[in-house]
């Protein structure tokens, strides 16, 4: 299955509907994305017919002017939705092959003084199933420091806010194929779009990968989920495990992540030292 994700900052140009048909024709994506849409559901309408596309889900822009939520996917596609908002489209994918897992296409809150919201709507999506996870999508938020070219350094207690987040949830990056760069404006750039997994969903999945397609008609770059990604290229892939990840070393705040983990885990009993003192 393909899954393409795009902010469109809008889709009321002609430009950016022809970027998304080439982008249809060239990678046939099966389920489309789109965060920012600022439509209203007449013209999803359309747009959903434009694009050879059978089923939908909107959520409308509150004026037309920001915000907008999109998913279109084909019929062969099984889809259940579950919870719409104006941060993300929930829903759960029925395969053929009897496999049922959950897909969220999110919009992170852009504005610093509310990301909590972002976090508040992963956690309590969390709560509510334990199907195997993974949600896409524009986070408006970077992860690491390594992230982000350009302009003032993100606050380090604002990277460790989305650590927790996904951490709470057993949720991880997914990595990528290409460019790590999803936005720009002017000199700065940042990955502020990604795709994050919980075990099981990487365990059902042994050959998905993440592409950071090429810039089109928007200041953000789309991304491409594909779950057979690496079929036929890579034999016997190991079974999804967490790992260390090296480039975290390049991190200036790496002893403070280390520090915070560590307290993190001995106060909930998980850290061998604590182990037996009950």
């Known amino acids: 299955m393909r899954i393409i994700s795009r902010n469109c900052r809008g889709i009321l140009g002609a430009p950016t509907v022809l970027s998304l048909l ?3 024709r060239r990678h046939k994506p099966d389920v489309f994305f789109l965060s920012e849409t600022q439509l209203d559901d007449e013209k999803a309408e359309a747009l959903r017919r434009r694009l050879g596309m059978d089923e939908k889900i909107v959520v409308p ?6 915000g907008g939520l999109l998913m279109v996917w084909k019929k062969e596609v099984r889809i259940y939705s579950q919870t719409t908002t104006l941060t993300g489209i929930d829903v ?3 395969e053929t092959n009897g496999n049922i897992w959950r897909l969220t296409g999110i919009y992170g809150e852009p ?5 909590d919201r972002t976090y508040r709507y992963i956690r309590d999506l969390h709560t509510h199933s334990r ?6 999508g524009d986070f408006n938020e970077i992860l690491l420091s390594s992230e982000k070219e350009g302009g003032v350094p993100r606050h380090h207690s604002r990277l ?18 290409g460019d790590k760069f999803t936005w720009f404006r002017g000199g700065l750039k940042e990955r502020l779009d990604r795709a994050v997994t919980n075990a099981e969903w990487m365990g059902m999945h042994l050959y998905a990968g993440l592409c950071n397609l090429e810039m089109g008609k928007s200041d953000h770059r789309p991304i491409l989920l594909d779950t057979e990604y690496l079929s036929g290229v ?5 079974k999804f495990k967490r790992q260390f990840e090296a480039r975290w070393l390049e991190e200036e705040t790496v002893e403070e992540v280390v520090r915070t983990a ?3 885990a001995v106060q909930q009993g998980l850290h061998p030292s604590v182990k037996g003192k009950n």
Request: with cysteine; hydrophobic share 35%.
């Open 234 to 238: 890579v034999e016997n892939r190991p």
């Open 131 to 136: 199907l195997p996870w993974v949600i896409i």
């Open 92 to 94: 759960n994918i029925h």
């Open 22 to 24: 080439d982008m249809q």
């Open 111 to 115: 504005s610093w003084e509310h990301k």
């Open 262 to 264: 560590w307290q993190k």
């Open 61 to 66: 822009s509150p004026d037309g002017r920001r």
């Open 160 to 177: 460790v806010a989305f650590q927790d987040a996904l951490s709470d949830c057993s949720l991880e990056d997914m990595g990528y194929v």
